[in-house]
């Protein structure tokens, strides 16, 4: 058993003799492997002899390799990172090819992802992400995220082109699950794409994310199951499958569906590979053509104000030493840098009586109707009926986005209890302009961590696991009530899971933006 972890393959670059005579499509589209050692095996194994399939994950540890070294909430700038295919939708006057292009955006931004299998950071509760675009023709897209909730995890974000008349709001939540031969990972939470001049909403809903091979094979990662983009002002709505590849047939990455009219009627139909070419083939006329290929397309990285200048509780400041670690693997200095944040993070939370006390400081309770589920939404209301430049003003003054923006003090201390509030006002920030602003005074750095949280055993000597659930630690100090779901403990099997005999995890259910329920079983095992 060991030595089938140890062959395991998972990470960045290749540097030995496992090959794979499959097209591009079956091996990942040629993706950079790197095989796991027998003493990174042995923590993996360690851990999965605990679980039993259907076991939440969330708060069950994983060894750091297996961390992308950026937080969810710059992870989901991946999906604004084609503004090629954003931009030019609102100047599509036709509301079918208008939608198509919305389908194309959304389509666009999966293969974006780091090489192998690799999560990304848990944003601990309060953390902000904020961020631009600069686009060619001179505009600006802004972009605002804050961890909203950590049980269970939610993170927020807001989007504006104010040029282009576009505005994305969206809230992703995602629970890890373990099913035998695979972790998956359920992105619930929905995000609501407008399009202004056109007064169209478009509700969008994210496949499941699976890492496969967790026991024998290769440590592949998926994208699998059903997702939908509809606009409930127009009808349309297409229906997307991302297919999983099973034991015996299929293929890896692939995708297929419909869109569709009001009254159901199918318009056209897609298909291909999600990290490569995909088609669209107009059912009236039979003609079938590219709609975008992920292959050749070059994604635009979200800019950021430089550290120095952000605040203590934004994410790439707040995960500097850890990010700078896993970059140049050194595991223990990541888990230390980490579990210092955390063990900050259990205190303010017991200082402060308890997570119910929080209130995010961004974003607000999102209202009643059928954009309930998004959770979260900005807490402050940008004026849409004035010019872009005014609108810009307003995203401006919510949060410190450009270069050269100032960070109040209240942005870098910790959310304080906010009693029964309904609206959050915006945060004061300034440009600089031709004077020099002297920098806010910032909050202290957190302190070095005086206790280390027993969340795992360290089974082998320089190789440390940390948290890689759905949590950012902060509420082990808040114990659950003894009749939670969550409080029980996880059972450990009675030996580790053998692979000639996986078993079928348990069902996992969805619920998608029309409020009906889907079900999802590993089909590996």
């Known amino acids: 058993m060991i030595s089938q972890t140890a062959n395991m393959v998972l990470g960045h670059r290749k540097n030995s003799s496992v090959t794979s005579n499959s097209s591009k ?24 002899s605990q679980l039993r399939p259907g076991a939440d994950l969330s708060r069950v540890t994983l060894p750091t390799f297996i961390l992308e070294p950026k937080s969810m909430l710059e992870r989901i700038t991946n999906f604004m990172a084609h503004p090629e295919t954003l931009l030019p939708i609102p100047d599509i006057d036709d509301p079918v ?119 024998f094979g290769k440590m592949k990662y998926e994208l699998g199951d059903h997702a939908v983009v509809r606009c409930p002002e127009s009808g349309l709505e297409a229906s997307i499958e991302f297919k999983v590849k099973g034991w015996v047939s299929g293929t890896y990455n692939a995708i297929g569906g419909h869109i569709s009219n009001a009254s159901g009627k199918h318009l056209y139909e897609l298909s291909g590979f999600w990290n490569s070419e995909m088609f669209i083939k107009d059912l009236s006329t039979g003609k079938k053509e ?68 929080w209130r995010p400081r961004l974003f607000k309770a999102a209202p009643p109707g059928d954009e309930e589920t998004l959770d979260w939404i900005l807490a402050t209301d940008i004026d849409t009926s004035v010019d872009a430049k005014k609108q810009t003003e307003q995203v401006l003054s919510i949060a410190p986005i450009l270069p050269g923006q100032t960070t109040t003090s209240q942005e ?19 440009i600089a302009s031709q004077q020099p602003q002297p920098q806010a005074a910032q909050a202290q750095p957190v302190a070095p961590a005086t206790t280390q949280e027993p969340a795992v055993e360290k089974v082998t000597a320089g190789v440390a696991a940390i948290d890689m659930g759905s949590h950012d630690g902060s509420s082990a100090s808040v114990p659950l009530p003894a009749d939670h779901p969550a409080a029980a403990p996880v059972r450990p099997t009675q030996s580790i899971i053998q692979p000639s005999n996986p078993s079928p995890g348990n069902p996992v259910r969805r619920t998608d933006t029309t409020g009906e329920e889907e079900e999802f079983v590993d089909a590996e095992g």
């Open 97 to 215: 090819k208008r939608f198509v292009a919305v389908t194309k955006f959304y389509l666009a931004g999966w293969h974006i992802k780091p090489a192998g299998v690799k999560k990304p950071l848990n944003p601990i509760l309060g953390e902000t992400f904020q961020g631009y675009w600069d686009y060619p023709d001179n505009t600006r897209g802004y972009y605002i995220a804050e961890q909203t909730s950590h049980h269970p995890p939610k993170s927020s974000y807001f989007f504006a082109a104010p040029e282009h008349h576009i505005r994305i709001d969206g809230t992703l939540k995602p629970r890890s699950k373990f099913l035998g031969n695979s972790v998956g990972s359920f992105m619930e939470g929905i995000a609501v794409l407008r399009l202004l001049n056109h007064k169209e909403r478009y509700f969008v809903t994210q496949p499941n994310m699976y890492a496969r091979g967790i026991l």
């Open 290 to 357: 590219l709609l975008f290929d992920a292959g050749t397309s070059k994604p635009s990285p979200i800019v950021t104000r430089p550290l120095e200048e952000q605040g203590e509780r934004e994410s790439q400041r707040l995960w500097d030493v850890t990010i700078k670690a896993i970059k140049r693997a050194d595991q223990r200095t990541a888990t230390d840098d980490k579990s210092r944040i955390e063990e900050e993070q259990r205190k303010e939370a017991a200082e402060r009586g308890g997570d119910e006390n």
């Open 25 to 48: 499509h079956d091996d990942g589209h040629g993706e950079d492997e790197t095989v796991v050692s027998e003493e990174q095996g042995n923590v993996l194994m360690h851990i999965i």
């Open 412 to 430: 870098s201390q910790p959310a304080q209890p906010t009693p029964s509030a309904t609206t959050i006002a915006p945060t004061t920030t300034t």
